[in-house]
């Protein structure tokens, strides 16, 4: 594919209106349920039934024994006490959260917990996680907080930036990473829900299995069938 003139592909900047548009086109309920929310914890969440109610998709996961189990969700939320058993117990679900987001970057991993701010565990968790919010919580509050992710994670322009600085760390040529920005862009404003064009240019470049972990796990988003409906 390379070379090609610059000016000839597009650039994600043309998707930085697409997210607002498709929010106002689409009830939130339609969102909510979109989302693909897994919670990891050994207790049973206590804002489960109330959320449900509110239309989330919410799956509940006592703890990991690898971040492969979250790899088809699009969120979690990860307590940071009496999980992480199976990484480093010292820092608990902290230990999660930061295997998750070197794995899975384009993931939106919230920490909560009900432990002291200055635990080794929350401590740990700030330094990883996307979000942080206290186990206790109103629901108001959560509900707040989870309708401004999914609208994140809706967002085709801002979770490219975080896929394209995860290829970055990931050290991949630069002509690859614009390749892939290209068939991403056309992707999305071809309403092209298969990602058959950057697909086929995953098939022509050579990249890392972790970095192709990454633009595999972008494109996986169940929140892009709805954009795309």
Not at 137 to 166: C, F, N
Not at 197 to 212: E, P, R
Request: net charge neutral.
């Amino acid at each position: 594919m390379w070379p090609k003139l610059l000016n000839s592909y597009r650039s994600v900047l043309e998707l930085r209106d697409f997210a607002r548009i498709t929010r106002s086109s689409k009830p939130q309920k339609q969102l909510r349920a979109a989302a693909r929310i897994a919670v990891i914890d050994d207790e049973k969440f206590q804002a489960f039934s109330n959320l449900t109610s509110y239309g989330y998709n919410i799956t509940e996961l006592p703890d990991l024994r690898s971040v492969s189990e979250v790899e088809n969700f699009d969120i979690v939320l990860c307590d940071l006490m009496g999980v992480g058993n199976n990484f480093d117990k010292s820092i608990g679900g902290a230990s999660i959260i930061g295997e998750i987001k070197r794995n899975y970057p384009t993931k939106f991993v919230v920490a909560y917990s009900g432990a002291r701010a200055n635990s080794n565990e929350s401590a740990a968790a700030r330094e990883v996680a996307d979000e942080f919010i206290k186990k206790d919580a109103d629901i108001s509050k959560w509900v707040e907080r989870l309708d401004e992710i999914i609208h994140t994670v809706v967002d085709p322009y801002q979770m490219w930036l975080v896929a394209r600085q995860g290829l970055i760390d990931n050290e991949i040529d630069i002509r690859r990473i614009i390749e892939l920005e290209d068939a991403y862009v056309r992707s999305i404003a071809n309403k092209d829900k298969d990602f058959s064009y950057v697909k086929k240019t995953l098939g022509k470049i050579d990249l890392g299995g972790n970095a192709k972990a990454i633009v595999q796990g972008l494109i996986s988003s169940a929140i892009f069938a709805l954009v795309f409906s």
